[in-house]
């Protein structure tokens, strides 16, 4: 069985966003292969975060992949930080990407705009390198993720080329996995802009109440005309609902189209606020009692050891390829 394996910053309050892109997704492959899955806490730390808002996030996101039903018994569900051999292996693997590739990522060039050059982090600047690190770690050949992070994962690919070039077939080519609906869940307020943890407003957050969540569906922004088509391009508003309804419903465009014909957005986005809060109700309440039942230290405490076992025999193999471990 291939190896999966892809993760979430608990950078913030999580959102439908990363629940269509990430964790339902996550949910749905699981059985087809072997994953890990892991709470990037390092990654969190590449922009400014308080360390006790950290800490629950970090707790937090573990209860969400529980509550989406990822089974502990078959997926590894780790911190990153409790596997030291990701840092470890990000030391070495620094050496092969260079200061160019790096400079054009399209997330560094995002979140350092607004920054003064010399208040912008080294480790925001080197974050593929610790996301290469991660995927490699683990020989993982599939990689969910969403439509933003398929940058990273090319880059990756890269790494993976010129380091078995130079050291012989060392480390398994990963491949990203974009779903085919959901990969780029828009804001509700602006819907040219990503869903984002880290946006202030026009975002459903996996912590807000059932009924904070069809307020925001039924205040969301939509465009010109009356009429249900799925055109991103013209009627980016409407086609994200539509992108929301279809990955949550199961139902195509087509199908969403030819249903509300002749009906207007406001029975759309009722119908589109139901399949949210059909969906949300049992997710949140299981996320509560998870919560309640202390379940995620175990959880965590027993995939740290697993992943930690994993993941050394593949950095024992790059330490040996470069030179590093006594023979
Ligand atoms: N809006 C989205 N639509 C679909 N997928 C999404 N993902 C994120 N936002 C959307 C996917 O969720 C996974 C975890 O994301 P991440 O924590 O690595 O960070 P990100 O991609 O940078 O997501 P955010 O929410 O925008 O975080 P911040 O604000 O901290 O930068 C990934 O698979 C991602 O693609």
Redesign the pocket.
Known sequence: MDRIL????P??QL?L??Y???IKNFSRVQYDGEPFLFI?DLHALTLPIDPEVLRKNSRDVAAYYLAAGLDPKHSTIFLQSDVSTHSELAIILQNYLYMGELSRMT?FKDKSQKMKEEAIGLGLFAYPVLMAADIVLYDAKRIP?????VQHVELARDLVKRFNNRYGEVLTMPRAEVAKV????MSLSDPTK?????EPKGDIYLSDSLEVMRKKIMSAVTDLGHEIKYDPENKPGISNLMTILSSLSGKSFEEIEKEFEGKGYGDFKRAVADAVVKEMEPFKAKYEEIVASGLVDKVLEEGAKKAYDASKVVLTRVQKAVGLYRK
């Open positions: 892809s993760g979430i910053k950078t913030g959102t966003g990363n269509i892109g990430a990037a997330q993720v969403g439509e933003d992070q959901g990969k780029r869940i990503k869903m984002s943890k880290s």
